[in-house]
């Protein structure tokens, strides 16, 4: 019986498979022409791929296509609606600030007679009690009641509650028993602990403010509103200042807590009003205009040369109820410019909202204007859509056909490409990437050729030639493809296999080409010569192992080819060998003896053409190498070692079948 000849290349394989794919049904076109335009990996993008050739998939297309078109039209009317909602959201909560920058405008005058008045009793308990004192303070009782009784909503019966005075009778209640103690037990409360309760007061309605204007940091609103809330805690603070100043020059010294106390609120107080500047570029000029108004451009001047007096004083100046009265009423035309300043400021605020509503009606109408364009042109969109894929589904089926046959000729080329050059260095000629040849330090290399061929061949037929040699080396290139090993050519029944190149795999190469070279010695002898059964196929190998030069040569018909001594020994140990033998030169036998599991026989010295005298080996075997390598099925020429395996075929076959 003749044995079974290995299957063709992985390749005809491929090709036999691509031809069928060309006589599929038209139902499965869609799968096919999908999978030659490639795969891009992402379920996303695999989703919206289609095959518009089918009826099938012409319904999906269409689906898809009208999809894509109206789904962004939904979008746009969902963002339109959402900005809506939004700008009306925003406008609501500006509305909101508004109001409270109104109501404000109403506390801080509250606030504003609420510090003189602060003055006021700070004098009378600081000074001899008289009817005059008592009498500015009497009247500064009344001023503050008439702004109490101007507001239109008290602040604690807002959004934002106050703790302390949740109500205004809760106020009224606190505020006149204090009063009624200043009246009736005249030098019971010291000046700090008047000045202390009033801080406490305005203390309260500041920190009402700042919670109950919240606005958002967006255009030059904000800053105004930063403006505002700092020129009210700087006229706080100068308040105190005003009255810390007056009773000063009423008693004529301070101590030390005291004195600290001024200096500390009037360096507060000017602060906050030189930040109020930078934020907002109204505050200055205006204040400088409300000056010159009431003439008043040097009260600044005035004020500050007694700040240095009271600062440089130690403590201690001449008592003067002149410069008291003249510090307290200069500073309260101070503090009234700049209660101006204030509502100034606060009137900018509410213009510069109402310009801001203004401009969020018109995007609105804006938003309402383009969506009313969208939902009057989506419609001929759709339709345009729909007639441009009906086209696209015409052409669809010629250019499916073609790009079946270009796919079939570029695997057609690509795979005899592959057969001739490493896929690497093919990828890199595809690209016009000019391949430089590469040196490896260390590779092996496998010679052999069929012992006899001469005579072999001088009594064949030129085609019983081409079948024995097709038998032998489709049986050696099936093998070849389970070691890490290149096919580098084959001259006639030369064949010439090398491992560490184009890739290098460290100091594999000599395990992978050992180990090939007894699989392909242990699967030639059960082939047979093909016009010749009784005649058995008769190998000799040599390998060496060493450094080359790897590149490419020629551009007609391009080769990798491997240059050097390494390639020239390794020939010479095939040259040199004997039949059903494979020789190692004195490199690779080191080489495998470093690692392991082979088994050798020492020949000793041979002499090599341009080498002299070179120890070799014979390789004999590896280790569990029987084990490993069942028969190929079909053999006739079967050694009792080889029948003992067959029973193993059996369980394990070869992956190669036969014809």
């Known amino acids: 019986m003749r044995p079974t000849r290995v299957h063709a290349e992985s390749s005809q394989v491929n090709m036999s498979s691509f031809s069928a794919a060309s006589v599929r049904s038209r139902a499965e076109l869609d799968d096919a022409v999908r999978k030659m335009l490639g795969g891009h990996g992402n379920r996303l993008v695999e989703l919206c791929k289609g095959n518009p050739v089918t009826n099938s998939g012409k319904r999906i297309q269409m689906a898809k296509m009208l999809t894509l078109t109206i789904i962004p039209t939904v979008m746009l009317v969902i963002i339109s609606v959402i900005d809506v909602v939004n700008v009306s959201a925003r406008n609501q909560v500006g509305h909101n600030v508004q109001d409270m920058i109104r109501l404000s405008t109403e506390v801080g005058k509250f606030i504003h007679y609420i510090q003189r008045e602060r003055g006021y009793t700070s004098l009378y308990i600081s000074a001899t009690p008289s009817a005059g004192s008592a009498e500015l303070m009497r009247n500064s009782f009344r001023e503050t009641n008439q702004a109490l009784a101007s507001l239109r909503r008290w602040p604690g019966e807002t959004q934002t509650p106050m703790k302390l005075f949740p109500t205004k009778e809760n106020f009224l209640l606190y505020l006149q028993d204090h009063r009624d103690t200043l009246l009736t037990t005249p030098g019971t409360t010291s000046l700090y602990e008047e000045v202390k309760f009033y801080n406490n007061v305005v203390k309260a309605f500041i920190s009402w403010l700042y919670k109950a204007i919240q606005f958002s940091q967006e255009g030059d609103t904000w800053r105004m509103m930063v403006a505002y809330q700092l020129l009210l805690t700087s006229k706080n603070d100068m308040g105190v200042e005003r009255t810390l100043g007056s009773v000063f020059y009423l008693t004529g010294q301070f101590d030390q807590s005291f004195y600290l106390w001024y200096l500390r609120k009037k360096n507060v107080g000017n602060g906050n009003f030189e930040a109020s500047k930078l934020f907002s570029p109204l505050v200055g000029p205006y204040f400088q205009q409300d000056l010159e108004q009431q003439k008043q451009t040097n009260i600044t001047k005035h004020i500050e040369s007694m700040r240095e007096e009271i600062s440089t004083s130690n403590g201690t100046v001449p008592v003067s109820a002149d410069k008291s009265r003249w510090l307290f009423d200069n500073m309260t035309v101070y503090l009234d410019v700049l209660f101006d300043t204030q509502l100034y400021l606060a009137d900018a605020i509410l213009k510069s909202m109402d310009a801001e509503f203004t401009e969020d009606i018109q995007d609105i109408s804006a938003s309402i204007a383009v969506l009313c364009a969208i939902l009057v042109i989506c419609p001929l969109i759709v ?277």
């Not at 795999?505 to 090939?516: F, L, P, S």
């Open 383 to 659: 339709i345009s859509v729909r007639a441009l894929v009906s086209d696209i589904q015409r052409f669809a089926f010629t250019l499916a056909d073609q790009t079946k046959e270009l796919t079939r000729e570029r695997h057609r080329t690509e795979s005899l490409l592959y057969q001739m050059i490493p896929k690497a260095v093919a990828d890199q000629l595809k690209t016009n990437t000019e391949v430089e040849a590469e040196s490896f330090e260390t590779v092996t290399i496998f010679f052999s050729d069929i012992v006899g061929f001469t005579n072999i061949s001088s009594t064949c037929t030129p085609m019983e030639v081409v079948a024995l040699l097709n038998t032998l080396y489709t049986c050696f290139d099936a093998r070849l493809e389970i070691y890490d090993v290149y096919k580098v050519e084959t001259i006639g029944d030369a064949y010439m296999v090398a491992s560490g190149v184009p890739r290098r795999n460290g100091n594999k190469h000599a395990v992978e080409v050992g180990t090939m070279a007894l699989d392909l010695a242990h699967h030639v002898t059960h082939l047979e010569i093909p016009h010749s059964p009784d005649t058995p196929f008769r190998l000799r190998a040599g390998v060496h192992t060493g450094p080359v030069v790897a590149g490419v040569v020629g551009s007609k018909m391009p080769r990798y080819c491997l240059f050097g001594d390494t390639v020239n020994t390794a020939s010479r140990m095939e040259s040199t060998g004997m039949s059903d033998r494979i020789q190692l030169s004195n490199n690779t036998y080191y080489c495998l003896k470093e690692i392991g599991g082979f088994n050798f026989e020492r020949r000793g010295e041979i002499e090599v053409k341009g080498k002299g005298l070179i120890a070799t080996y014979w390789l004999l075997n590896k280790d569990g190498f029987d084990n490993q390598l069942p028969c190929m099925p079909g053999c006739k020429k079967y050694t009792e070692a080889h029948k003992r395996r067959i029973s193993e075929y059996e369980q394990a076959p070869c992956s190669y079948v036969g014809d």
